[in-house]
């Protein structure tokens, strides 16, 4: 059943009113609240993230059962975490997991135990090249456990004996993902998508969490011709498990986008869909390249995010990765280097601007056909060209000529976007202008 | 009926007698004669000034009704002017019409009478910007009256008692349009359009019209396999006019070009056709390209010249636009400084030249079969091919083996052209030696 | 009849065992054997230069009748020669073919008789923007006779009586070429063709033809999918004559090279096949690309060495031509400057690899089909797969996982390897590990 939007507000007041140090602020104070939760996989560190987005969005959580075949994979037992440490011969906590959800590797089966250097350091992982960061690690396919820790850390340890301690327990549960659909007027969907499952790393992926939450505020109560569903999910088996369960929904996506490093300083980089030219990768490159903004372009590659999945060969989906720097690209990716100092409040504010402005453009995005094809209709005469002849056209009366032009039934307003380099909502506005004078009809 | 070329002349002899200096001296005198009339739409001084083109061409002047239903338009009311002053409180004239056509908003309603500067400033248009200048303003088909001139003239102005009159009439009459057919060899056609509407403003567009009667003037008499249609029309209207009363013709255009500003010294600008890759639009790059000049290649916009209404959507014809440096893209642009001083006899003259290559790249543009594909056939034995070997091919030894390689029914000479590099002339030549042998025949 | 390779030799072993000092070596040395020999289109020069060749590899030399119609040509006269020279007035050799092949007009007709130099001088052919150097030159369609000189040698000559002496013969025989088929598990044919009619010219050809069967004698007895065809040829009619004797073994011919001028110190240029992007064109150029050097991409041209002929409009085979420094465009070039100075070890080491390069690519380009398409599979639990996450994928991994998501049915390996730009090498690996898990199978 299509349960149409309850208001009448349009995107083009979500833009009036936009606030960009406000929004920026109430981002990056959510990302802090996130930050010390140690997220994973599976376990109450993400059911605790996603109930504190729900202050802000009626996203709702799933529950999929330990054992579940999704695809090729099985959902795995679920992992939780109360505690960790390392202490000296002394009784001193050389390492505490409450300082750090990243001290420990993700996925760590319980210990408790005293050992000596040497063994202790088969388990011990450090970034000697970054000797003051802490890096992320995981082991969620192979029973194992261990500590990450600074290199200035490691060096400190002598060889005495330590107690070891991880207080986690892994066995039958749920992996927990959160999801929010957006009716509009149609039930063609736009999925963004965002993994969930870092612990105490901002940029990758608080931002994106929050960033999505926000995205989703926003077109709450907007009249869309489109919906709109937002999954907040673990990375890798979160998408198997969500498109396995989900696989009806698929065909009725139309556009997706994953959010990903949406936090940083860096320019912003589009990683497109494996389709290379859908309508989303045309609208993405076309709202960066008017921002006036440096920006990448990458060409689809099966590593990176969970773009991964959904364009899969047997998925395919039009789904695109939407990021600042890139995974990889920057040295605090994937270490404890990536905090709260590494994401600004305006690099989220402007992040969340333009995913708003792609939105605009999948929204106006129609096809229209001229009604006076022969030779240009007479404007002036409808109120819609300026009076005074040898000077210049108004943007305005140029966007109207591009659409009578080009409304032939074979461009849609965003190829017109392309060609005449302007904004969608000129367009739009040309478009709705024409159509009240019965110059254009939209395309069938 | 089809009117063959009473001669045998060759393009081949236009290029062989081509006198750069004399072309552009000629030219330039008939910019100079024009230059003073002031021209509209409609009226007498487009009258004149095709009849002053007769002198060197047989063009017919057509003359439309007012009130002649022309697609979404109507033919407007006639406009002509016989003076125009603004007097000060001495009696002085402080705007004189007769020193420029530019003094008068084109089009403007009759009007005498005494005012007080308040009033009069209402219906004054400088160009602040540029204090010497007067701008170019028009007022077709909102009824108005209205001086332009040059914002020192108006600095100068007292607020005393000015009497003001335009001497004007603006009534049922006729829109006036000069056309010129050369039927040749076929009935696909040629377009070559220019407009005739701007009064005292020599690079737009009175070296457009000098060049368009040129042209036709050196392809009168020559043997051609396309018939040649030439229009001075008035921009907009005109062209929606003609297209309007010649909807039968259109579909035998095959190509065209809309001239324009081709006599100022910057390097020159093609824009494609709304097609963009057609066969006008690639032999004007190939030739261009070939030229040794610098260039510039722009794709269709919706602004511009009457390619707007030729390239129309239910129109779409094979139009583009051959220009020097492009309207609006020269501060000169719509002002009394686009004078004899911005237009010089050699840009006119090479302007003229590349056109002619132009049409012969068109009417070189042939398919031919290769009649001996399997492998080289043995040109030396025919004559066609150095004895001593060890050397490099000749520019012509080249051109047969492009043109016989890729004869295959697939590519024309033009595809070949691009391919090579090489002029449409020695492909054209190599191709003719080829048919002679038997080595090659024209596709069907 | 197909014969089955009798070796399981890898081309990868070939690789494995490769010593480039030793291969440049050892095809030095055959170059330097050859550069004596006086080749011509026919003759024997041709023979004994085959007949060195097949110390290294078991080629077999075909004789065509001169008369033998091919194509629109004649297989010409033969024509052999003992010695050449000009004497002056003192009995004195001022020129002796023994001391270069260089001298006489290749296919000179006999002459022995006493001249004046302004008579003399008509027959003499020299490179004065080069005074040092001996020209090539070549004179087999018509019948006349000459000789080849540095600049310096004539400003010798004085006006004396010359004897004059070209002891050669041109009377009905045989055109001689070399052929060598290396049969693998199909009919597919890679085609190595060269041409073996020049004389004492190093880079321009003998580095081809030793290039070619050094390529052949690597080849020899390792497991392969193609079959492969080496041939060596006089130019053009050589070419001619073996496509119009070889009709049905065309359509088997699936990729071609042409090898030429790989033996000078520049780097590599490939010109594409006429169809542009053929496999072996993509194939080259990837290779290439991967190889970290600077290289040059030329499109196909009708000027050139027998890829004039293989891609003929009524032949048109995917071959290309691979060369270091084209011809044309080195000095050196046809003259006596292409000598063994000019060559080098190392060069001629270095494009045998690149060709081996190229067969590796060819021989691993296959199409596979994901038999796990939704979402990737778990590669973890199969062995292919770190178990540490949060860690970069290896080299391996990204192959994998680019193999998994483009084996659609509609992308190659080849297509692949220009995406990821991965060595083919390691993608035709992961495909293989993918295969053995049943993961992935070969392409119907």
Known sequence: ?????????????????????????????????????????????VRQS???????????LHEVPSGTQVF???????????DAYIKNAKGEKVLDFQKSSLHVVNYSVPVRRKMRLPELRE??????????????????YKETWGFCLSQRELDNFKDEEYEVCIDSTLKPGNLTYGELRLPGATDDEVLISCHSC??????????????????ARHLSGVSLRHSFRFVWIPGTIGAITWLALNEPVIPRIKHGLVLSCVGDGGRFTYKRSRRGNAEI???????LRLSGKEFDLVDFSPSGYDERQYCSPGINLPVGCFMRTPNGKYPQYHTSADDLSFVT?????????????????????????NLHPKCEPQLGRRGLY???????????????????????GKHSLLDIAERAKLEMRVLDEAAGALVDRQLLRIAD
């Open 281 to 287: 990768d045309r609208a993405v490159e076309h709202v």
């Open 345 to 369: 409040a305006p690099a989220l504010a402007e992040s969340l601007f333009e995913l708003l402005k792609v939105i605009e453009a999948l929204e106006a995005n129609r096809s229209y056909v």
């Open 386 to 408: 300026r009076q005074m002849g040898g000077t210049s056209n108004s943007g305005f009366e140029e966007a109207l000529l591009w659409v009578l032009n080009f409304s032939d």
């Open 72 to 82: 090729d994979w099985v959902v795995p037992n679920e992992w939780n975490i109360r």
């Open 50 to 60: 996603l109930r504190l987005l729900q202050r802000h969005i009626p996203l709702a």
């Open 198 to 215: 870092h612990p105490s790393l901002c940029n990758d992926n608080l931002s994106g969490m929050v960033v999505a939450a926000n995205l």
């Open 123 to 140: 388990h011990l992982f450090t970034l000697p090249e970054k000797p003051d960061w802490i890096p992320y690690r995981t082991s969620y």
């Open 1 to 45: 059943m299509r349960i149409q939007s309850m208001s009448n507000k349009t995107l083009n007041e979500v833009f009036k009113t936009w606030n960009a140090a406000g929004q920026g602020a109430e981002m990056y104070k959510t990302v802090s609240e996130l930050y010390p939760i140690c997220r994973s996989i599976t376990g109450d560190g």
